[in-house]
Nanobody
Framework: QVQLVESGGGLVQPGGSLRLSCAAS????????MGWYRQAPGARRELVAV???????NYADSVKGRFTISRDNAKNAVYLQMNSLKLEDTAVYYC????????WGKGTLVTVSA
C-alpha cells in the first residue's frame, strides 16, 4: 500500500511564497509521474503541475512562471515551490503519484489572504 504525506501548507499574504512537500512510502515499484492538484471551495480538482519520471514537467497556465515542481527520485518525493501567490491560489493542494494506479495524499490547505 502506498501512502502520500503532504506538508508545507499554511496562511500567506498575496505575493508571498510557500513550498509544499510530499513524500511517498510503501510498496512502490515504478513511478511514472508525481504532481500536484488543487481544489478550491466549490470548484473541481484541477491540475497544478506534474513531473514525469522522464524528466518533463507540465503546469497549469494559471501558475506558469510562478510555481516550480521538482522531484527527488531517491526519496520518492515531490515538491512545489509557489511564488507570487495570489488570492485565487487558495485551495487544498493534493499530492498525486502515478504508478499504474493513481494515489492521492490527504491534502494540505494553502490560504492566500491579506
Amino acid at each position: 500500500q502506498v501512502q502520500l504525506v503532504e506538508s508545507g501548507g499554511g496562511l500567506v499574504q498575496p505575493g508571498g511564497s510557500l513550498r509544499l512537500s510530499c513524500a511517498a512510502s510503501g510498496s512502490i515499484f515504478s513511478i511514472y509521474a508525481m504532481g500536484w492538484y488543487r481544489q478550491a471551495p466549490g470548484a473541481r480538482r484541477e491540475l497544478v503541475a506534474v513531473a514525469t519520471s522522464g524528466g518533463s514537467s507540465n503546469y497549469a497556465d494559471s501558475v506558469k512562471g510562478r510555481f516550480t515542481i521538482s522531484r527527488d527520485n531517491a526519496k520518492n518525493a515531490v515538491y512545489l515551490q509557489m511564488n507570487s501567490l495570489k488570492l485565487e491560489d487558495t485551495a487544498v493542494y493534493y499530492c498525486m503519484l502515478n504508478s499504474d494506479i493513481i494515489y492521492w495524499g490527504k491534502g494540505t490547505l494553502v490560504t492566500v489572504s491579506a
